[in-house]
């Protein structure tokens, strides 16, 4: 005989029993579904006699665990039952998981029965690494968001995640040295996002496609100032790209009409090398009256604008982001001022180069102005 738990109309988290045989029904709301576990002792082991299914709303089933350091394959929920119905609907797995030199972990060769699901999510916990070579972490066709946690160095081996199709959102973490991180982001609208940790350091390359892609790179804690070196690529959409400013980062932008904040937290110079590319590109750049935060490649003068924070004219500690092309003006200034001088190719803040440019440009008011940031 079936036992019947049954949602209603508002967001309901539905968990199986011990009781086997279970069939879970959301009904409407945005639901989460827990599978049950039986603790045999030598062993978790999931009861898949159970039936989930999801109804009108954004429901998500939760509790897969791949412990492949443990004897764990990714047939353990072949048996798995969940219907998502209508709605986005997602499937939630956890997996433990050695650096292994010359190992694909192959995220759309997880075996399950379930229906009408739009999404696909992964926590994915990196331990010891096993020999040198290339690790793989590749992801399925659909949108997949995949959060890995490096815990332990990575050693002689390199490490790849590559994402495919659909709208993916990729956070990589580590507290363990990375000598050799790539990240390929497939055709859809993805996002990518770095955090490193404590006294480490990583070497990361980031090539992304033709979708409106959004790259963060958060490096502030690693050691500094050699600590961190990052290598990205932009495609042809129109891309968001978030620099931190402790370390120097090499960017180029693609075509597209991007949106590239360069932001700054260093008292030495870390500058950024980017190349805009085609496109209207605007570049959000953050007051620095110490350090050059970015060095440009081929800036239009015509299609391209410099975007200083409005909060800045509005802080309690206000700062002018006005620029004068005025140099009798900006050396006379009672405060930090901001000043081309197209004759020097240079963007300065108070006495400091802000901005170098590496070509003959001949900027105008049209090239500066103001706006609230999203980052």
Do not use: C
Request: aromatic letters at 10%.
């Amino acid at each position: 005989m079936r036992t019947y738990i049954l949602g209603n109309q508002f967001e309901n988290a539905l968990e199986a029993t011990l009781t086997i045989r279970e069939s879970l029904y959301g009904r409407d709301g945005d639901d989460t579904f827990s599978i049950y576990h039986h603790d045999e002792g030598a062993g978790v082991y999931a009861d898949l006699s159970d039936r989930f299914f999801g109804g009108a709303g954004n429901d998500t089933i939760s509790s897969l665990n791949f412990d492949l350091t443990a004897g764990s394959t990714l047939r353990d929920y072949s048996q798995l039952s969940f219907h998502g119905g209508a709605g986005y609907d997602t499937v939630s797995s956890q997996i433990d998981v050695q650096i292994t030199g010359g190992f694909t972990l192959d995220l759309s060769q997880i075996e399950t029965s379930v229906r009408s699901v739009e999404h696909w999510d992964y926590g994915i916990d990196l331990g010891t690494s096993t020999g040198d070579g290339e690790f793989v972490i590749r992801a399925g066709r659909q949108d997949d968001t995949l959060d890995i946690r490096q815990w332990e160095a990575a050693g002689d081996a390199s490490i790849k995640v590559k994402t495919l199709a659909g709208n993916d959102h990729v956070k990589y973490s580590t507290v363990e040295d990375v000598s050799d991180l790539r990240v390929n982001t497939g055709g859809g609208n993805d996002y990518f996002e770095f955090n490193g940790f404590w006294n480490i350091t990583a070497d990361l390359r980031v090539s992304t496609g033709r979708g409106k892609d959004t790259v963060v790179i958060n490096g502030t804690t690693i050691a500094y100032p050699d600590g961190l070196t990052a290598d990205i690529r932009t495609g042809a959409g129109a891309d968001t790209i978030v620099l931190e400013g402790m370390h120097s980062e090499s960017l180029n932008s693609g075509a597209g009409n991007d949106d590239i904040y360069i932001l700054t937290g260093s008292f030495r110079n870390a500058a950024d090398t980017i190349t805009t590319g085609a496109g209207k590109d605007e570049l959000f750049i953050e007051l620095d009256a110490y350090s050059t935060v970015a060095v440009l490649d081929d800036f239009s003068a015509e299609n391209d604008v410099f975007v200083f924070d409005a909060g800045e004219a509005r802080g309690t500690i206000s700062r002018n982001t006005d620029v004068t092309f005025d140099r009798t003006e900006w050396q006379n200034a009672s405060e930090d001022r901001l000043y081309m001088s197209n004759a020097e190719n240079k963007l300065y803040y108070g006495d400091n180069v802000l901005v170098d440019f590496t070509t003959d440009v001949t900027l105008s008011a049209a090239n500066f102005t103001t706006g609230d940031w999203e980052y």
